[in-house]
């Protein structure tokens, strides 16, 4: 009978809305959060060397600077590339760059006939640094209908610029913009090739491009 039976409801704590949290809170929160991790942990016989370990390791993570981690991601990228092309016995495949567009397209080729068997496309979008290490691995893994690693699609934008990289410019007294390939940087101040220097102070520079093709790259 339906009447034997008691039905108790629970009092549940709403989760707390982050956003309206002040920084101390967040603070207390976090703290109150790895204090629980570490009792649970030891509880269920995680080895607490290994769990200190991996927290040290999520705080490197996490300190990293966008363009570190955007290094991290253009050469894991290169490896991609090298061992997917090198792996893949059946076909050639060949990259169509085009720095211009901002595309980099895979197409994969039938060593005994030379039809195309299959091909990926690479596109950077317009507000994005492209990088033809990116590109190609992006472009190889769609043409081999492999997923793309998320990192790929969502990689920091560089903050430093450096010989090789193609920078949009914005010098002080015009408001015109150029593009121009840096060719070597010394003393505080950018020489372009085939250019003058140009100086930090006096330009707003933006790395377009980043590839360095033929540059150590």
């Known amino acids: 009978m339906h009447n034997e039976y008691e039905v108790i409801v629970g009092e549940h704590t709403p989760a707390p809305n982050l956003d309206e949290m002040s920084y101390d809170e967040l603070i207390a929160l976090v703290e109150d959060a790895m204090k629980a991790l570490r009792t649970r942990s030891y509880k269920n016989g995680y080895d607490q060397g290994r769990f200190d370990a991996d927290i ?3 705080k490197i993570t996490d300190e990293k600077s966008d363009q570190q981690k955007r290094d991290e991601i253009v050469a894991q990228a290169k490896e991609d590339v090298r061992v997917l092309y090198y792996k893949d016995y059946i076909v050639d495949t ?3 760059v085009n720095a211009e567009k901002r595309t980099v397209v895979a197409l994969r080729k039938s060593k005994m006939y030379g039809h195309i068997k299959s091909k990926g496309i690479a596109k950077c979008a317009p507000d994005d ?4 290490h990116i590109g190609k ?3 190889l893994r769609r043409a081999l209908g492999f997923k793309v ?4 699609l969502n990689v920091p934008q560089p903050t430093d610029v450096r010989v090789g990289d193609v920078v949009r410019g914005r010098t002080a007294f015009r408001m015109d913009t150029y593009e121009e390939t840096v060719g070597e940087i010394e003393g505080g101040k950018y020489k372009y090739i085939g250019g003058d220097f140009d100086y930090t102070e006096d330009a707003d520079l933006v790395v377009i491009d980043d590839s360095r093709v033929g540059e150590g790259e």
Do not use: G, S
């Open 56 to 58: 040290e390791a999520a």
């Open 129 to 132: 640094c492209f990088n033809v």
């Open 94 to 96: 060949d990259f169509i």
């Open 149 to 152: 690693p998320a990192e790929y």
């Open 137 to 139: 691995a992006i472009a």
